[in-house]
């Protein structure tokens, strides 16, 4: 399921498949204060945006996220968006950047 999502992952920062109404955070400071707005009390992780705001790949890739984020929040992320604020691959889908 791991390497599904990866590939899914990576598809969709490809091709782009999402809305372009979502807006990425680039901004460090401000993408720290959507982070922590976005927390789950239940599992102390940040929430990922609903898969149904996108289509095709990024959909799923938003999909699988969801449903694994104890696990992304391990893995580093290979995109370089340290420069956003992300600290992990769960970071990438709190706001847009997931989807390209």
């Keep these: 399921m791991l390497a599904c ?3 899914t992952s990576g598809l969709a920062m490809a091709h782009g498949d999402h809305p372009k109404t979502l807006k990425q955070e680039t901004d460090p400071k401000a993408f720290k204060i959507l982070k922590e707005k976005s927390i789950n ?3 102390g992780l940040p929430n990922t945006l609903d898969p149904d705001l996108f ?3 990024a959909k799923r890739a938003y999909q699988i996220a969801k449903e694994i984020p104890d696990v992304l929040v391990q893995m ?6 340290e420069a ?3 600290e992990n691959l769960l970071d990438c889908f ?3 950047h997931g989807a390209g």
């Design 94 to 96: 709190i706001d847009r």
């Design 76 to 81: 580093p992320c290979l995109c370089e968006c």
């Design 5 to 7: 999502f990866l590939l």
């Design 55 to 57: 289509r095709g790949k």
């Design 41 to 43: 009390p239940k599992t």
């Design 84 to 86: 956003f604020g992300h």
